[in-house]
């Protein structure tokens, strides 16, 4: 495909993955909807957003898709792991919160850290999990 620059990627898609990649890297997250219009996020969500629609479609451009699958694995179904930095900071935290409560988070928690470690276990849970069946699938 083409790489046509559009108002939701601006420079294309390959200078928008790579932009998304650098956000992602910084911060750990993926770009999400905010409530600043304008904002490099909000610009970053759009770009990711039109990409992961052109990816289900598909008719991704393959060079941004490659980008963006090295640099922020699972980015096309909003599930990224690719910060192995972040993976062991947030590790650290559940592990010490996990020792100093007896017990796993729980997401239905009133406590913020709890609920976001929680989502932090599931997540990583079902992102092992797909790992495992494409691996099986690959056989």
């Known amino acids: 495909m083409a790489s046509l620059a559009r108002p939701s990627m601006p420079g294309g898609p390959v200078a928008s993955a790579e932009?998304?990649?650098a956000f992602f890297t910084t911060t750990g997250t993926l770009p999400r909807v905010t409530a600043?219009?304008?904002s490099e996020e909000e610009q970053l969500y759009r770009a990711l957003?039109?990409?992961?629609?052109l990816h289900r479609q598909g008719k991704s451009?393959?060079?941004a898709a490659a980008l963006l699958d090295a640099g922020?694995?699972?980015w096309a179904n909003g599930r990224a792991f690719g910060s192995d930095r972040l993976w062991h900071e947030r590790r650290d935290d559940l592990i010490a919160w996990t020792q100093k409560n007896g017990r796993p988070p729980h997401r239905s928690s009133g406590?913020?850290?709890e609920r976001s470690l929680a989502s932090l276990v599931a997540a990583y849970r079902k992102?092992?999990?797909m790992a495992v069946i494409r691996s099986a699938s690959r056989s």
Do not use: F, L, V
């Open 19 to 21: 932009r998304i990649i």
């Open 36 to 38: 600043d219009p304008g």
């Open 49 to 53: 957003k039109r990409m992961r629609i």
């Open 61 to 63: 451009n393959q060079e």
């Open 72 to 74: 922020c694995p699972g």
């Open 111 to 113: 406590d913020k850290t």
């Open 127 to 129: 992102h092992a999990s």
